[in-house]
C-alpha cells in the first residue's frame, strides 16, 4: 500500500478576527495566542428604533418648512426668473457694507429719547421750572413723516429699506428725492432701522439735523452714498431684473452651445 502524505507540521487553526493564528510567527514558531479583552468585543450597530444614532446626514430638502419661509423662497426664485422693472429692480441694489455701517454708527446719535430723559422733561414742564432740558435732535421716521420732510426739502438724507413689503410703500420715494436734489439710499433692513428709532421695524428714516461735530462725517458719507445712488440714477431706472435660468436650464444651455462648437470646428 502507498504511504500516506506526511501531514503539516502546523494544523490549521479556527480562529475569531480579532485573534493572531497561531501559526503567523516568523520562522514556523507558533506565537502566543492573546488575551480577548472585553473592551474591543464585536458589537455591530442596529440602526432600528432605540439602537444606534445615525451618522449626520443633510436632509434640508426632506425638512417641512413653515409657510412663511416657502412663500419667501419662492418669491426669491421668480425674482430671479422673471423679468423685474427697474422701479423694482432699484432696490435689489444696496449701500455696501463699509458706508452702511458708518451710517448707522452716525444715526445711532439721533435716536429717541432715553426714557430717564423724557421723565426729567416732563417733570420739569409741570412743575413750571424755566429750566426745561431742550431734546436732542432726532431722525424723522414713518412715510408720511419723511415725504413731508422731502416735499418742505428740510431733509438732508433719506435712508429706505429694502425689504418693504408691499414695495408700493416706497416705489415712488426715490423718485421723489431726486426730483428734489436730496440724497437717499437703500440700505438692508427695516429691522435695522427701526432698531434706530425704537421700533421693531421701520420702512424710511430722514435726517433733518445734525450737530456740529458730525457735519464733516456727513458730508464725506454723502459723497459715497451719491455716487452709489443719485449720480448713477439715470442708469438705475433703465435697468432691468431678473431673467436668470435655473441651474438645469444653465447645464442645457452650455450643452447645446459645446456641441454647436464642436459641430463648426468639424466643418
Not at 493564528?21 to 450597530?45: E, H
Amino acid at each position: 500500500m502507498p504511504k500516506e502524505p506526511a501531514k503539516r507540521a502546523v494544523a490549521r487553526t479556527k480562529h475569531t478576527p480579532y485573534e493572531r493564528p497561531k501559526d503567523a510567527g516568523k520562522g514556523g514558531k507558533q506565537a502566543a495566542a492573546p488575551t480577548k479583552s472585553p473592551l474591543f468585543a464585536d458589537r455591530p450597530r442596529i440602526f432600528g428604533l432605540g439602537g444606534n444614532v445615525l451618522h449626520q446626514r443633510d436632509v434640508t430638502r426632506q425638512v417641512r418648512w413653515p409657510l412663511y419661509v416657502l412663500r419667501q423662497r419662492r418669491r426669491r426664485v421668480l425674482e430671479r426668473r422673471m423679468k423685474v422693472p427697474p422701479a423694482v429692480h432699484q432696490f435689489r441694489n444696496t449701500l455696501d457694507k463699509t458706508s452702511k455701517k458708518e451710517l448707522l454708527n452716525l444715526l445711532k446719535k439721533y435716536g429717541p429719547d432715553s426714557a430717564a430723559k423724557k421723565k426729567a422733561i416732563q417733570d420739569a414742564a409741570k412743575s413750571g421750572s424755566n429750566k426745561v432740558p431742550a431734546r436732542a435732535k432726532q431722525l424723522t421716521f414713518g412715510i408720511q413723516e419723511v415725504t413731508r420732510a422731502v416735499e418742505t426739502k428740510r431733509a438732508r438724507l433719506v435712508v429706505i429699506a429694502h425689504d418693504v413689503d408691499p414695495v408700493e410703500i416706497v416705489l415712488w420715494l426715490p423718485q421723489l428725492c431726486v426730483a428734489n436734489g436730496i440724497p437717499y439710499a437703500i440700505v438692508k433692513s427695516k429691522s435695522q432701522l427701526g432698531t434706530l428709532v425704537g421700533h421693531s421695524t421701520c420702512t424710511t428714516v430722514a435726517v433733518t439735523d445734525l450737530n456740529s461735530e458730525d457735519q464733516s462725517a456727513f458730508t464725506k458719507l454723502l459723497s459715497s452714498i451719491n455716487s452709489k445712488f443719485a449720480d448713477r440714477f439715470e442708469d438705475i431706472r433703465k435697468s432691468w431684473g431678473g431673467g436668470e435660468q435655473g441651474t438645469r436650464a444653465q447645464i442645457r444651455a452650455a450643452r447645446r452651445k459645446k456641441a454647436t462648437d464642436t459641430g463648426k470646428s468639424d466643418e
